[in-house]
């Protein structure tokens, strides 16, 4: 079966401050990964997709990138991050169309 | 542009009601809807996930329906319990299976 997972669960870190979170994907093969972030008391903002290694689609301009060195690992990361970049993030995959979503547990970021 | 829109906001019922979540869009050209519950600080858990050419899928207590000629969407909850406590959002897919468009959430609160 298949299974996701996102470290860390959750992260304080200072404004400036690098980011790196990361999220793997087993028992799939090629799937379509991708970056949400959901502030308080608001939706879910898709921020970056890809559908294969080296290949990232932002949806969002913002302080953060995303890279997919591996066919099931995907990075979310800053350089330096703002006080904006606090939220929740979650990764999620799907295979192919009409195969519905599948979400990691989040990770719990907030920038001080 | 796909908008998706979940009423109520919130909904407080006593324990052992059935109960509807209804979730609307504007672009009826979809892939699937996908339901998904989401408890606090946690990441979404897939419910259901309806096709474009299904009308309802069940599991257990629930049982999702979908009208794409009206845009909405119903999830109903049998026999609700306190365990059912959580926000429940539906997502649309259209556009390409990248697009996927959740809305906002209703948060579901079950007193025993």
């Known amino acids: 079966s298949q299974t996701i997972h996102q470290w860390p669960a959750t992260l304080v870190q200072p404004v400036g401050s690098p980011l790196s979170l990361e999220c793997t994907v087993e028992?799939?093969?090629?799937?379509?990964l991708y970056w949400y972030r959901q502030a308080a008391g608001r939706g879910l903002q898709l921020l970056f997709y890809s559908v294969g290694i080296g290949q990232i689609s932002s949806e969002v301009p913002q302080n953060l990138s995303a890279s997919r060195p591996q066919d099931r690992q995907f990075i979310l990361s800053s350089k330096k991050l703002l006080l904006s970049d606090s939220g929740f993030y979650l990764c999620a995959w799907d295979r192919e169309a009409n195969y519905g979503y599948t979400f990691g547990s989040g990770t719990r970021l907030t920038v001080v | 542009k796909q908008e998706v829109t979940q009423i109520p906001a919130a909904l407080s019922v006593p324990e052992g009601e059935n109960l509807v979540l209804n979730c609307s869009f504007t672009d009826s050209a979809i892939y699937n809807l996908q339901w998904f519950r989401q408890d606090p600080g946690k990441g979404l858990t897939s419910l259901l996930l309806i096709q474009s050419s299904q009308r309802e899928q069940t599991s257990g207590r629930l049982n999702a329906s979908l009208d794409k000629s009206s845009g909405r969407s119903t999830l109903y909850i049998a026999a609700s319990q306190p365990g059912d406590s959580a926000t429940y959002l539906c997502a649309v897919s259209s556009g390409g299976y990248q697009k996927v468009t959740f809305g906002t959430g209703t948060k579901l609160q079950v007193i025993p």
């Open positions: 028992g799939t093969s090629n799937p379509n």
